[in-house]
């Protein structure tokens, strides 16, 4: 079991810049064809100073931080035995090409179901411009297989 001492935990936090070329080529991958994410005149006609982040666009941000991974290590919570078990987004504002985020991550909670089979790591993260603002929150769940 996951000791329960590790709720609240600070993972610390994360400086992203992003860029317009990665925001294309996410854009690309997860096949989205609104033209926002890929042209700048389409963004700026539709109101963003740049091309926008696509809204899942900053938990891949975010795992590039190690954050997570550096997490399992502590808790000693082999990869093999992991899954993503959820996700969620809440935009309080824009995010775009040349905006550098700062995103701080923290444990929000551990339980379990199934008697211990399954044990669950809650991780809370809020996301903030360059200029101090929030701009999102994320949540996110890990679940480890016994």
Known sequence: ???????RHD????????ERSRLKFFAKA??????IYSDETAARLAGYADIPAPPTFLFSAELDSG?????LDLLCAPISKILHGE?????FGPIVAGDTV?????????????????????IESQ?????GD?????????????
């Open 127 to 131: 996301v903030a411009n360059q200029h």
């Open 1 to 7: 079991m996951i000791d329960k001492k590790w709720i």
């Open 102 to 122: 700062t995103v701080r991550s923290r444990v929000k909670d551990i339980y379990d179901k199934k008697g211990g089979a399954l044990e669950f790591i809650e």
């Open 134 to 146: 929030p701009v999102a929150r994320m949540r996110s769940v890990t679940v480890l297989r016994k």
């Open 11 to 18: 993972l610390g936090s994360s400086v992203l810049h992003i």
């Open 30 to 35: 997860i096949g989205e064809t609104n033209p």
């Open 87 to 91: 996700q969620s987004f809440e935009y």
């Open 67 to 71: 954050a997570l991974f550096s997490l």
